[in-house]
Nanobody, 121 residues
Framework: QVQLEESGGGLVQPGGSLRLSCAASGFTLEYYAIGWFRQAPGKEREGVLCISADDDSTYYADSVKGRFTISRDNAKNTVYLQMNSLKAEDTAVYYC??????????????WGQGTQVTVSS
């Protein structure tokens, strides 16, 4: 059974950092792309970043370029989202997901349940 479990969310002040983790199980992580998405209150879910099976990063959101990075540790079956210089507008529920193919796939096979990130002073 494929499962994705996010962790690492919380409350952080503007300008601060957080690292989110996405623990994968039920499949061999090294063969798959994994993406991070977010949904802010009252807004549609949007893509943030994706990492391919070959460790190439694809930015879905221009607003996070230069601040967020994605990485993976296949030995730990985990994908990370490092978020620096956080802004209030980054406040959202963050989800990891497995696309049906590459980072450019428009279909998502599996979603995690999400972790809340709140940026506030």
């Amino acid at each position: 059974q494929v499962q994705l479990e996010e962790s690492g969310g919380g409350l952080v002040q503007p300008g601060g950092s957080l690292r989110l983790s996405c623990a994968a199980s039920g499949f061999t992580l090294e063969y798959y792309a994994i993406g991070w998405f977010r949904q802010a209150p009252g807004k549609e879910r949007e893509g943030v970043l994706c990492i391919s099976a070959d460790d190439d990063s694809t930015y879905y959101a221009d607003s996070v370029k230069g601040r967020f990075t994605i990485s993976r540790d296949n030995a730990k079956n985990t994908v990370y989202l490092q978020m620096n210089s956080l802004k209030a507008e980054d406040t959202a529920v963050y989800y990891c997901a497995r696309p049906a193919g590459s980072c450019r796939a428009r279909v998502i096979d599996h979603w995690g349940q999400g972790t809340q990130v709140t940026v506030s002073s």
